[in-house]
C-alpha cells in the first residue's frame, strides 16, 4: 500500500532554515510528481510545490518562490522541501502528496503531515 | 495565484443531496480536466474523492459525483449521511503549471 511519511518539522525562528523530507513507499516513486502542500492553523489548504517524476521540472506557489527549494531523490524514494528564510506565515502542517501522473495534476494519497512553527 | 472560490458553508439533512460549487477562470477550472474534489475530516490528512471533473477513486462512494460548466465545477453529494460532515476542498491545474485549491467548504449535517 501508498505510504507517504513526512519528517523534519519543528520550531525555528524567522529567518532561519529547515529542511522536511517525505519517505515514499508502496509504489514506483520515481514515476510519479510529487507536491507539497500546507496547511495554516485554522485555515484552508495551500499548495507549495510541485516536481516532476524526474525532476526536470519544480514549480512553485508564489508565496514561497525563491524561498522555498523542492528537491527529489528517486534512488532512495524521498522528497524534500528546503525552507530558506522563513517567515510567521509559513507556520503550518506541510503534507507531501503523490500525483499519479508524471506532472502535475492532482494528488491521490497524503501523508499525515509534519508542523512547522516559524516563531521567535 | 488567486485560490478558487467556494461558499464557506453549506448545509443538510440526511437523505438530502447538496451541491459545493467551485468558480474560477478560463486560466485553471475552464481551462482544464485537472479539477479535483477533497475531504478532510479535523485532525486528518486530505482524502482525494473526485479527480479530472467527474472521475471516483476505488473506494469512494458512488454518492459523491462531479461536473464543470465552463469556469465552474460542482461537487454533489446525495443521500447525505452524519459521516459526510467535513470540509471540502476543489483544486485546478492552472495554466501557469502550477496548482490552486479553493478556500474550502464546511459541510454541516443537520
Known amino acids: 500500500q501508498v505510504q507517504l511519511v513526512e519528517s523534519g518539522g519543528g520550531v525555528v525562528q524567522p529567518g532561519r532554515s529547515l529542511r522536511l523530507s517525505c519517505t515514499a513507499s508502496?509504489?514506483?516513486?520515481?514515476?510519479?510528481?510529487m507536491h507539497w502542500v500546507r496547511q495554516a492553523p485554522g485555515k484552508g489548504l495551500e499548495w507549495v510545490a510541485v516536481?516532476?517524476?524526474?525532476?526536470?521540472?519544480?514549480y512553485y506557489a508564489d508565496s514561497v518562490k525563491g524561498r522555498f527549494t523542492i528537491s527529489r531523490d528517486n534512488s532512495k524514494n524521498t522528497l524534500f522541501l528546503q525552507m530558506n528564510s522563513l517567515r510567521a506565515e509559513d507556520t503550518a502542517v506541510y503534507y507531501c502528496?503523490?500525483?499519479?501522473?508524471?506532472?502535475?495534476?492532482?494528488?491521490?494519497?497524503w501523508g499525515q503531515g509534519t508542523v512547522v512553527t516559524v516563531s521567535a | 495565484q488567486s485560490a478558487l472560490t467556494q461558499p464557506a458553508s453549506v448545509s443538510g439533512s440526511p437523505g438530502q443531496s447538496i451541491t459545493i460549487s467551485c468558480t474560477g477562470t478560463?486560466?485553471?477550472?475552464?481551462?482544464?480536466?485537472?479539477v479535483s474534489w477533497y475531504q478532510q475530516h479535523p485532525g486528518k490528512a486530505p482524502k482525494l474523492m473526485i479527480y479530472?471533473?467527474?472521475n471516483r477513486p476505488s473506494g469512494v462512494s458512488n454518492r459523491f459525483s462531479g461536473s464543470k460548466s465552463g469556469n465552474t465545477a460542482s461537487l454533489t453529494i446525495s443521500g447525505l449521511q452524519a459521516e459526510d460532515e467535513a470540509d471540502y476542498y476543489c483544486?485546478?491545474?492552472?495554466?501557469?503549471?502550477?496548482?490552486?485549491f479553493g478556500g474550502g467548504t464546511k459541510l454541516t449535517v443537520l
Open positions: 516536481i516532476w517524476f524526474d525532476g526536470s521540472n519544480k
Open positions: 508502496g509504489f514506483t516513486f520515481r514515476s510519479c510528481a
Open positions: 478560463s486560466s485553471d477550472v475552464g481551462g482544464y480536466k485537472y
Open positions: 502528496a503523490r500525483d499519479p501522473y508524471s506532472s502535475s495534476s492532482h494528488f491521490d494519497y
Open positions: 479530472e471533473v467527474n
Open positions: 483544486s485546478s491545474y492552472t495554466s501557469s503549471s502550477t496548482l490552486v
